[in-house]
Nanobody, 119 residues
Framework: QVQLVESGGDVVQAGGSLRLSCVAS????????MGWFRQAPGKDREFVAA????????VYADSVKGRFTISRDNYKNTMYLQMNNLKPEDTAVYYC????????????WGQGTQVTVSS
């Protein structure tokens, strides 16, 4: 199982930006789909964004479309979530995840990083 370590969470004012990072423990990632999820207090974990590690179109939740961008650096085994124009409702613990392309279940998860957006 691939280990994922996240970083980049912080407290930011509304309208600000943050970039989350997630380092994977392996370079063999071409068969995976990478994704970001978040969980706000008292709510279920929700999907944020995903993309095939090898490239192609990205998919975003409607709530973040146009503000968030998922990307990766293949040489650093790292995926990113660039978050712009942050809103208080973006406050949550953010998780990165991987699943094998074509499978349903996300099998590797990061430990989570807290993002707090103040109004």
């Amino acid at each position: 199982q691939v280990q994922l370590v996240e970083s980049g969470g912080d407290v930011v004012q509304a309208g600000g930006s943050l970039r989350l990072s997630c380092v994977a423990s392996t370079r063999t990632l071409s068969m995976f789909v990478m994704g970001w999820f978040r969980q706000a207090p008292g709510k279920d974990r929700e999907f944020v964004a995903a993309r095939y590690w090898g490239g192609g179109d990205s998919v975003y939740a409607d709530s973040v479309k146009g503000r968030f961008t998922i990307s990766r650096d293949n040489y650093k085994n790292t995926m990113y979530l660039q978050m712009n124009n942050l809103k208080p409702e973006d406050t949550a613990v953010y998780y990165c995840a991987l699943k094998v392309r074509g499978s349903v279940d996300w099998t590797s998860w990061g430990q989570g990083t807290q993002v707090t957006v103040s109004s």
